[in-house]
Each structure stands twice: as structure tokens, then as C-alpha cells.
């Protein structure tokens, strides 16, 4: 007769206890979190989407890898393990505890006797006197005997080791409550309330005090994790959590307030250690506490764990000196910026925004290969890389952005203090069109003095169109012989250096190399760019005599220094028209302004995994370090036999067997 299929019911109870399916959800919650291990989790999507690119990022997006941990397959797969396990425990502890209980003295005489490990031994005593003996023995080894008389004989049933059977509950029982802490530490509070339409992720750049209430968690939200940046004499009341493309505000239930930020340094100018001193205020305004934290030294507030985190620039002030680099004259004028503050900036190409994003004080590069430096030496024509290392502290430098009209933006990243490359000193100055590429540099020259003045002098009159017939003059008569001055020789020699110097200034090197494509045959052309390069350097030596005439100053000298400076300073011009910026901003003096990076967590599961952790760090104790061992003998008058069984057949399982079997035989003699 067929039997009837089971109940869906029952179906679903055997899944759920199924060993099988909890080690399937055990396994992808394993893979998830070597995911969450290796991908940094909650970062703005804007990172993600520079690292992977649009299709990884989007393809990343729909799976939840970005925050693993509160993504909802992560949780229902945690609630179906707290499920699946805890069937598991309902199904399996009362036969543990009827094991552990049992001494299995239901063994029949055929059973031992298709042990592996027994031993038969004759004996002339009698078996009550044989059983007594071996009881004492059995007990002095740490078993529990229990003796049970039969009708020919006696049956000793001996165990040791039965809690190991305890450490399959202690096991289960602690990845019962490790998923449910991290249940506990999930967001399910905000997960039930954005699936109900009550709370939305805020995606607008608006301050915190716009935030609208829908985008708000409240001070008694049970779990949650985030960040914020104080500055030094300021306080924040509230979190910031970042969540899928957008971000929460978590009200606090209390104030902090930071009174002072310090951060040690080692002597190549990389931090060393940083701390706060904080104030704690109750949502009165009164002050309940002051405290210092550290790195790995969390303040515990109202449940709330405070964390060292970070460190940033808190609106650092900048006084800067601006130079117009396609104005053909030499002046300057002051430009004061703050650090996360914007500002106006009105030139003949319309106006721009000026963004102040972050100031540094110490910048550690190597300068015997110099990542930021010679990379971009390399980028710009410059000297390869050498595998020399020597790091230094090259000082301060500041980054902002520079946004067009049209809202499209480049990143700039001004060095205070000069550099030495190759012997010769420069002010650097890099751009990048995105935050994913490397910075590439500007380097602008200069003098014996360690001034930038002499190179924006030269700069000046290379640009100014009313200048360029006397520098071609004075660069014709210096090149050519006393008896060709004043011959057709000198002016055509004229016409063709100002051609010269007018192609330059339209764009650098790139319109004159044009302009030889063009021109020349292709036989001639590497002599004609030689014979180009070397008027432009001629006149530009003697664009810098009038340019330091002009500003009763001594002629320049004639030397190898005054020859690298108006070669560095053509390079220079050249590499302006791919800069991107109508400015150089040069940092003169600045008041820095910390900012302490602080993350603030409330964890109730933390407990309940440290816990579940404490017991599973004992389950396996158990299973691992108690064997459990079960020992029968049966003694019938003028013979005995011994058996002896174990989950783990170990060597010392072995030498335990053979001393039982000596230890029998020495008994029934």
C-alpha cells in the first residue's frame, strides 16, 4: 500500500532541521562576509562608482555588497539560520541529554562480541569479586560505572566523557544568538519603516539642520553606526549614516563638544597618534562629562560607543597670493579662502567657483622617487623615475576645486614650500580632471634668491604681444655680427623671432610644432625645431633683461642657473595652456583649523555575539578536547569480556584500550 506524501507543514520542518540547509545559509553568510571583509562597507556610492565603473558598480548595487551586513537577503538569511538552527536544537537536545544520561547497559553479548576493540580473558574468580575489582579500577580512570547484575553473570556499563555531546548544543546555541546580535545590530527598525514609506534616505547636499524629518532617526533608535567631523571649538548632536546612495541623520541624545584635537607625528612627518578632548552635554545644555579619547580608547556615553576615527581639516583659513597666468604682466593680488568654504572668482571667460576642500600640513613623499612628483615629471616630459627612497616632510599643501559656468570641474593641489628636482628648486602646482587620476604638475621655476617673482616677470613679457618686437630685436642683434646690424639680414632675422615668439604664446610648444608639420619638409624638420627651440631660448634670455629693466632690477647673468631658468620657465608656459586654470594660487601663510573624525555606535547585539561567541569558543572545546568513551564488560564465571567504543578512534584512544585489556588481565588472575 502506498504511504500518503507528507504534510507541507512537516515538509518544512524537516527542511528547517535539515544539517544541510543550515550549513548551505552558514556558507553564504561565510562568502558574504569575506565580502564584507575585503569591500569597504557603507562608503558614498561616488567612491564605489570611481573604483568598479558603471556596469560593476550597478551589477555590486543590486546584490547589496556595499553594506553587506544591512542588506535584506543578509538579514532574512540570518532570521531562516536562527530558525533552521533552533529547530535543529528543539529536534536533537533531548536525545544529547538522553545520551549524555544513557549508559547503554541494553548492549547485548552477540553486539560486544562484533566490537572492534575487545578482549576476551579467563578468569577463575567469581564474577561478583571480578566485577567489584574492575568497578574500582573503572572509577579511579574517571568513569562513571554503572554494575548490573544478569542471570549468568554481571554486565559493567562505564562512560567518560559524555559532555562532549554538550558542545554540539553549546555550538548551535551560539550561532542561535551571534544571528540574532547581528539581527539585533541589522537596522531592522529603519528596514520596516522605509518598507512602510515612513522614513526615506536623504540624497540632497543640504546641511543637516535642513534635513527633513522623514530622513531623521531618533535619539532612541535601538542600533546604529556612523560618523562626523567636529572642529576644534565646535559640537555636533548629530550622526551621519550613510545608506545606499544617500545618507541619515541620527539624532543624538546628547551634545559633544571638542575642545581640542592633537595628533603626534613621526619624524618623517606621518602621524603618530591622535586624541580629542571632548565635552559631554545633556540635551539641556548641561555639561555631564569631559573626556579624552583615543585610537582603541572608545567612550562609552548613554550606550553609545564613541570612537577615535579619523581626522580632517576643520576650515583651516588661507591667505593666498593669486597670479593671472596668461596676463602679460608680473603683479599679484591676495585672495583669502577657508577650507570647505567657497568663493567668486570673475575673469574675461566667465566666472568660476572656487572650492576649498582640504588643507594638509605634512606631506610625506619620497623624494628620491616621488610618486606625485616624478610621475608627473614623467607625464610632462620630465626625468624618469629612479628606484632611489628617501622620505621627507616637503610641508603644507592645500587642494581645491576650480568649477566653470557650466558646472564641469578641475582638481588642483598647491604645494607652500618649493621642491628640488634634479638640483633646481620649483613651485608645484598639480591638476586632475577626476578624482580616479593622478595629479599631473606644474612646475614653476625658481631664481638663485628662491623666488617665483623672476618667473613671473619672464612669463609676463613672453606673453605681451607689445613687447615682442624689441625682444626680437634685441635678439637679432645680440645673435648676429656687428657688420650684419642694420641689414636686411637682422630684420628678417627679426620678423622670424617674433613669428617665433607669437606662435609660443598662442599655446606653447604645441602650436610651433604645428606649425613646422605644416611648413617644413619632413627631411628638414627635427633641424628646424632645434633652430626654433634655440631662438626661443635666445630670446627668452633676452625677454628677461627687459623684463628686469622694466622693473630697475640688474641685468640677469650670464651663467648655467640663468640658463635653466628660461628653459624650465618655456617648459612652464608650455605646460600653462593644458593646466586648466587662469590662476596659480601660491599659499603665503595660513591658521589651521583641526577637525576630529569621530564614529559613534549603538551595538545592544554586541553583547549577545560576544556571548554566543564565549559559547562557541566552549562547544568546541568540548568537541574537540573531551572524548567521549563507553566501556562494557561482561563477566560470566571463569570468563570476562571487555569492549570498549569511541566517536574518535585516536592513538590515545588505542593505548587507552590496551591499558583497560593489561589492567583486565591482571584483574581476573
Known amino acids: 500500500m502506498n504511504s500518503s506524501p507528507p504534510s507541507f507543514g512537516k515538509a518544512v520542518f524537516e527542511l528547517l532541521s535539515s544539517m544541510r540547509f543550515a550549513i548551505s545559509l552558514l556558507s553564504i553568510l561565510a562568502i558574504a562576509s569575506i565580502i564584507g571583509t575585503v569591500l569597504k562597507q557603507a562608503e558614498p556610492y561616488s567612491n564605489y562608482l570611481i573604483q568598479f565603473g558603471p556596469f560593476w558598480f550597478e551589477a555590486f548595487e543590486k546584490l547589496g555588497l556595499y553594506d553587506v551586513y544591512h542588506a535584506a537577503w543578509f538579514l532574512v538569511i540570518l532570521t531562516f539560520l536562527v530558525v533552521s538552527t533552533s529547530v535543529c536544537i528543539y529536534r536533537n537536545a533531548p536525545n544529547f541529554a538522553r545520551e549524555m544520561k544513557s549508559f547503554r547497559e541494553h548492549v547485548s553479548e552477540q553486539s560486544l562480541n562484533a566490537f572492534k576493540h575487545k578482549h576476551e580473558v579467563d578468569t577463575t574468580l567469581p564474577p561478583a569479586t571480578l566485577a567489584a575489582n574492575a568497578q574500582r579500577y573503572l572509577e579511579g580512570q574517571g568513569y562513571k560505572v554503572k554494575n548490573l547484575p544478569r542471570e549468568d553473570g554481571v554486565l559493567l556499563a562505564a562512560k567518560a566523557g559524555s559532555w562532549n555531546r554538550l558542545g554540539y548544543f553549546l555550538a548551535h546555541s551560539a550561532i542561535v544568538l551571534i544571528c540574532i546580535g547581528g539581527l539585533m545590530d541589522g537596522n531592522l527598525v529603519f528596514k520596516v519603516q522605509q518598507l512602510l514609506g515612513y522614513k526615506k534616505i536623504e540624497t540632497r547636499d543640504i546641511p543637516q539642520s535642513q534635513v527633513p524629518p522623514i530622513s531623521r532617526l531618533s535619539p532612541s533608535n535601538p542600533s546604529f553606526r556612523g560618523s562626523v567631523q567636529i572642529p576644534e571649538g565646535s559640537s555636533a548632536d548629530v550622526v551621519f549614516l550613510n545608506v545606499a546612495d544617500g545618507y541619515l541623520v541620527q539624532d543624538l541624545p546628547f551634545t559633544i563638544g571638542l575642545k581640542q584635537f592633537r595628533i603626534e607625528h613621526y619624524t618623517t612627518g606621518q602621524p603618530k597618534n591622535f586624541e580629542s578632548d571632548i565635552e559631554i552635554f545633556d540635551r539641556s545644555g548641561k555639561k555631564i562629562r569631559e573626556a579624552t579619547i583615543a585610537v582603541n580608547h572608545p567612550l562609552i556615553q548613554d550606550g553609545i560607543a564613541i570612537y577615535q576615527a579619523s581626522f580632517a581639516d576643520g576650515g583651516t583659513h588661507l591667505n593666498l597670493r593669486a597670479w593671472n597666468l596668461f596676463a602679460p604682466t608680473d603683479s599679484s593680488f591676495p585672495i583669502k579662502g577657508t577650507i570647505h568654504q567657497t568663493a567668486t572668482l570673475t575673469s574675461t571667460a566667465g566666472d568660476s567657483t572656487l572650492e576649498f576642500v582640504d588643507f594638509r600640513p605634512f606631506n610625506v613623499e619620497n623624494m628620491g622617487d616621488t610618486p606625485a612628483v616624478r610621475d608627473a615629471m614623467s607625464v610632462l616630459g620630465g626625468n624618469p623615475a629612479s628606484d632611489k627612497r628617501e622620505l621627507r616632510n616637503v610641508g603644507p599643501s592645500f587642494q581645491y576645486k576650480l568649477r566653470d559656468a557650466r558646472g564641469q570641474a578641475r582638481e588642483f593641489s598647491n604645494y607652500m614650500l618649493p621642491m628640488e628636482l634634479d638640483g633646481r628648486w620649483y613651485m608645484m602646482s598639480g591638476v ?140 612652464s608656459i608650455s605646460d600653462m595652456f593644458v593646466y586648466g586654470a587662469p590662476l596659480y594660487l601660491q599659499l603665503m601663510s595660513y591658521d589651521e583649523v583641526k577637525a576630529s573624525g569621530l564614529q559613534l555606535t549603538r551595538s545592544p547585539g554586541k553583547n549577545v555575539v560576544y556571548f554566543g561567541s564565549l559559547l562557541l569558543t566552549l562547544g568546541v572545546f568540548f568537541m574537540l578536547y573531551v572524548r567521549e568513551r563507553r566501556v562494557w564488560l561482561r563477566i560470566k564465571p571463569g570468563n570476562a569480556l571487555l569492549a570498549m567504543s569511541s566517536a574518535k578512534h585516536t592513538i590515545d584512544f588505542e593505548k587507552e584500550f590496551t591499558r583497560h585489556a593489561q589492567a583486565l588481565d591482571t584483574l581476573a588472575k
Open 432 to 571: 586632475r580632471d577626476a578624482p580616479n587620476e593622478p595629479f599631473r604638475y606644474l612646475r614653476m621655476p625658481l631664481d638663485a634668491d628662491g623666488n617665483l617673482e623672476t618667473f613671473m616677470r619672464l612669463r609676463g613679457a613672453l606673453l605681451n604681444p607689445d613687447l615682442r618686437p624689441e625682444i626680437a630685436a634685441a635678439f637679432a642683434h645680440q645673435a648676429l655680427p656687428a657688420n650684419a646690424w642694420g641689414t636686411e639680414i637682422e630684420s628678417k632675422l627679426t620678423r622670424s623671432a617674433e613669428q617665433v615668439l607669437g606662435l609660443f604664446a598662442q599655446g606653447g610648444f604645441q602650436p610651433l610644432g604645428k606649425f613646422i608639420e605644416e611648413k617644413v619638409p619632413a627631411a628638414e624638420r627635427e633641424k628646424a625645431a632645434g633652430t626654433y627651440l634655440r631662438i626661443l631660448e635666445l630670446a627668452g634670455f633676452e625677454a628677461l633683461k627687459i623684463a628686469d629693466r622694466q622693473a630697475n632690477l640688474p641685468p640677469p647673468k650670464t651663467d648655467d642657473a640663468t640658463g635653466w631658468l628660461v628653459r624650465d620657465t618655456l617648459n
